[in-house]
């Protein structure tokens, strides 16, 4: 399985983004999915998280109500929708699969990840 995230990019703050993660193999609809960010020197953090059938989601409470994740089993991709951003929300994001096929939010949990993609926000 390989994770190819992309869609990353400079937005103003208060701004709009959407970044996507393209996954190969035939069994993407069997893996949950996630989203975690690095920001410069800070660890990795979870984003949000999203189950094999899209049903469930969970988010972390910085980002809750703001970004919106989902997922097109039909393309292979998960998505996340990012609105009302914020400086603080600029870091590198990065998407990830595991196996239990459900929303994780351990960094542990997750067996795949892609190569992340770069979101900057300005003041």
């Known amino acids: 399985v390989q994770l190819q995230a992309f869609g990353g990019g400079l937005v103003q703050a208060g701004g709009s983004l959407r970044v996507s993660c393209a996954v190969s193999?035939?069994?993407?609809?069997?893996?949950?999915m996630g989203w975690f960010r690095q920001a410069p020197g800070k660890e990795r953090e979870f984003v949000a998280t999203?189950?094999?059938?899209?049903?469930?989601?969970y988010y972390a409470d910085s980002v809750k109500g703001r970004f919106t994740i989902s997922r097109d089993n039909a393309k292979n991709t998960v998505y996340l929708q990012m609105n009302s951003l914020k400086p603080e929300d600029t870091a590198v994001y990065y998407c990830?699969?595991?196996?239990?096929?459900?929303?994780?939010?351990?960094?542990?949990?997750?067996?795949?990840w892609g190569q992340g993609t770069l979101v900057t926000v300005s003041s």
């Open positions: 990830a699969a595991n196996g239990y096929g459900n929303v994780r939010l351990r960094e542990d949990s997750y067996s795949y």
């Open positions: 193999g035939r069994t993407f609809s069997s893996y949950g």
């Open positions: 999203i189950s094999q059938s899209g049903f469930n989601t």
